[in-house]
């Protein structure tokens, strides 16, 4: 949403992400995953019915994504549990 990655290198990101939690059924897909890699899906093609210079990462995922951080404020906050921490 900050821009800071391309939407392909994003997409790359979660598609991969996805995969990981998909491929062990033990360890499952979070719902906030789940939602974060829906919002993706809907910015990689055109949608029947939009114009031909629509983009789909605008009309479809960014959209999607602010509803997720909506949802799950809590683990989108910069200073949540779930980042990454430095050494």
Not at 15 to 33: K, Q
Not at 35 to 53: C, K, L, R, T
Not at 67 to 87: H, I, K, W
């Amino acid at each position: 949403m900050a821009g800071r990655l391309s939407f392909e290198a994003a997409d790359a990101a979660v598609n991969w992400l996805h995969y990981f939690c998909y491929v062990d059924a033990e360890r499952g897909i979070p719902d906030f995953s789940t939602a974060v890699h829906a919002a993706f899906d809907q910015g990689e093609y055109a949608h029947a019915g939009d114009p031909p210079d629509t983009d789909p990462v605008e009309k479809y995922t960014r959209p999607l994504l602010a509803q997720v951080a909506t949802d799950y404020g809590s683990l989108c906050a910069p200073n949540n549990s779930l980042r990454a921490r430095r050494p």
